[in-house]
């Protein structure tokens, strides 16, 4: 079983930025695909970003692209995705999952809310 906690939302200003972070804990981080998801209110959630075990690898939601780079310290158990040039249609709580390769997402973390606002 692995449990996964999200940190570093907050309220930022357009055109700001904020790293968010993943921690995982009882298990290896190395062993899954990662990716971030986020659901803005009245909306369903949707996929952000994801990599895969090496790091070697990411895909990214079209409108995120350019903006938003999700990385991985294997070594560390953990999973960032720093957003760059925030626009308020990024406000939306943000989710960390993990998966195994080439299958559904498994696992999946509490949540961290992103609002951007002047």
């Known amino acids: 079983q692995v449990q996964l906690v999200e940190s570093g939302g907050g309220l930022v200003q357009p055109g700001g930025s904020l790293r968010l972070s993943c921690a995982a804990s009882?298990?290896?981080?190395?062993?899954?695909?990662m990716g971030w998801f986020r659901q803005a209110p009245g909306k369903e959630r949707e996929f952000v970003a994801q990599?895969?075990?090496?790091?070697?690898?990411?895909y990214y939601k079209d409108s995120v692209k350019g903006r938003f780079t999700i990385s991985r310290d294997n070594a560390k158990n953990t999973v960032y995705l720093q957003m760059n040039s925030l626009k308020p249609e990024d406000t939306a709580v943000y989710y960390c999952?993990?998966?195994?390769?080439?299958?559904?997402?498994?696992?999946w973390g509490q949540g961290t809310q992103v609002t951007v606002s002047s």
């Open positions: 999952s993990a998966g195994p390769p080439g299958a559904p997402y498994d696992y």
């Open positions: 009882g298990g290896t981080l190395s062993s899954y695909t």
């Open positions: 990599i895969n075990r090496s790091g070697g690898s990411t």
